[in-house]
């Protein structure tokens, strides 16, 4: 079986985010995958991202896409949640304008706080057959409650630009956090979701994953035991 690793064109807001997708031969679906806020720590040895995620899906026989959403690694933009939400709708179109994508059953897995947008673009009409979870937060355990701390995480933990008039007043920013929460949008996802989180989450505690599943209408949850908060790193998961 060959991959092939073709471009992948998404513009979102005028935006050109960086995006890449991996084609097998005999592709059986379509997944695209999400990553959460980034940390201005240096990757653990031998991490290739989420392009070397998409590299095992494809060797399993699934186009997998991946991408940068705005501000985050080579994609251009200042973050904000709802520019995110917008992102991954862009993603999601762009993944199936795929030629080989064509009818294909299309998968979005989000980590952390790419689960939680990836809820919300559902919940707002996004046409997908499945949502994955990996470690996605029930409610921000931060930003809304504290605008300040919230624009300190991003520009010194997370390393993304912020837009100058936030940087003003970051309370209309902040806000839009209340609006995307993923135990409150998944009440209106109908088609399957699972929730996959590691039991010694120290980012987003574990009863987060609980509180997901029972909110939504179709939910799976899998608690993987001794698991930390980067699930995609962890052996096996990403074979469940």
Same mark, same amino acid.
């Given at each position: ?98 030629? *080989?994508?064509?009818? /294909?059953?299309?998968? &979005? !897995? ?5 689960? %939680?947008?990836?809820? #919300? $673009? =559902? ?34 933990? *997370?390393?993304?630009? /912020?837009?100058?008039? &936030? !940087? ?5 920013? %902040?806000?839009?956090? #209340? $609006? =995307? ?34 909110? *939504? ?6 608690? &993987? ?12 998961? =990403?074979?469940?």
């Amino acid at each position: 079986m060959s991959v092939r690793q073709v471009p992948l064109d998404v513009t979102s807001d005028g935006l050109r985010l960086a995006a890449g997708a991996y084609v097998p031969d005999a592709a059986t679906a379509l997944i695209v995958l999400l990553h959460g806020i980034p940390s201005v720590n240096p990757p653990e040895p031998g991490d290739e991202g989420y392009p070397g995620l998409a590299r095992r899906f494809a060797a399993a026989d699934w186009i997998a896409v991946w991408a940068d959403m705005r501000a985050r690694g080579r994609s251009p933009g200042h973050f904000s949640i709802e520019g995110w939400v917008r992102d991954v709708e862009a993603i999601v179109a762009g993944a199936r304008s795929l030629p *080989a994508a064509h009818d /294909l059953p299309v998968v &979005v !897995l989000g980590s952390s706080a790419g689960g %939680a947008v990836a809820v #919300e $673009a =559902v919940a707002r009409g996004m046409a997908v057959d499945a949502l994955v979870l990996l470690a996605a937060p029930a409610a921000w355990v931060s930003f809304a409650a504290d605008a300040s701390e919230g624009v300190r995480k991003i520009t010194e933990e *997370a390393g993304m630009a /912020l837009a100058p008039d &936030v !940087l003003q007043d970051p309370s209309p920013w %902040a806000a839009e956090f #209340e $609006a =995307v929460v993923t135990e409150t949008a998944v009440t209106r996802v109908k088609v399957p979701v699972l929730v996959v989180h590691g039991s010694a989450d120290d980012v987003v505690p574990v009863e987060h994953a609980h509180r997901i599943a029972e909110a *939504a209408p179709r939910a799976h949850l899998m608690v &993987v035991e001794g698991a930390p908060h980067q699930l995609r790193l962890q052996s096996g998961v =990403v074979e469940l």
